[in-house]
């Protein structure tokens, strides 16, 4: 499973989702939030957002495929990273709610694809290319957050700390994260989620 356009990309998540409704399982969720944000970049594009539609297109591909290869090999009993295989085992189990279970995908697939992707597609120097419209992914982002925090509601403070969370994480930076960092991070992420 990989894609070679961001309609492709939409196309394989809409395929998870509506598998994820017919199995007993949670791999569902993510995938609904990351077509959120996909289908959110894509209107992007077409509004021309972005200074270099072809490079967003791009990165958003090789980002994502690196989530299909995960979600594959998971599927096929194969080896993978140990983020990716914890959040998958997470998602048989019905116990983890809704949150952890998106925020337990958007921690691997962040911390483990993010910057592999942009140093992919921009490798070197060339990764300062990718700034300004990573910079305009980030907008996105934020607009997909605000959107859900004006349903209200309980909702809200929810939204409002996805809203947070997907800002911080989403700052561009062109040095690799520390191992020490990004754990120290997750563990963050995981004593917020039994908080809530």
Not at 18 to 34: D, S
Not at 55 to 75: G, K, M, R
Not at 90 to 116: F, K, R
Request: charged content about 25%.
């Amino acid at each position: 499973m990989q894609a070679t356009t961001i309609d492709e990309v939409l196309q394989l998540l809409d395929e998870i989702i509506l598998k994820a409704r017919t199995e007993p399982n949670r791999l569902g969720y993510f995938a609904a939030l990351y077509r959120r944000i996909t289908a959110a970049v894509k209107e992007g594009m077409v509004n021309h957002m972005f200074q270099d539609e072809k490079l967003v297109e791009q990165f958003d591909v090789v980002f994502a495929n690196f989530y299909f290869a995960a979600l594959t090999a998971y599927q096929q009993g194969q080896p993978l990273s140990e983020p990716w295989r914890i959040t998958f085992h997470a998602a048989e189990s019905w116990q983890p709610g809704l949150v952890q279970h998106i925020l337990a995908g958007m921690t691997a697939h962040v911390y483990l694809d993010l910057g592999v992707a942009a140093a992919t597609v921009c490798p070197g120097d060339r990764i300062h290319r990718l700034k300004p419209d990573y910079d305009k992914i980030n907008e996105v982002l934020d607009m997909i957050g605000t959107r859900a925090m004006t349903k209200g509601g309980k909702q809200m403070k929810v939204m409002e700390f996805f809203g947070t969370l997907i800002t911080r994480l989403g700052k561009f930076s062109t040095k690799p994260p520390e191992t020490r960092k990004s754990c120290r991070c997750k563990r963050m992420l995981q004593n917020r989620c039994r908080a809530s």
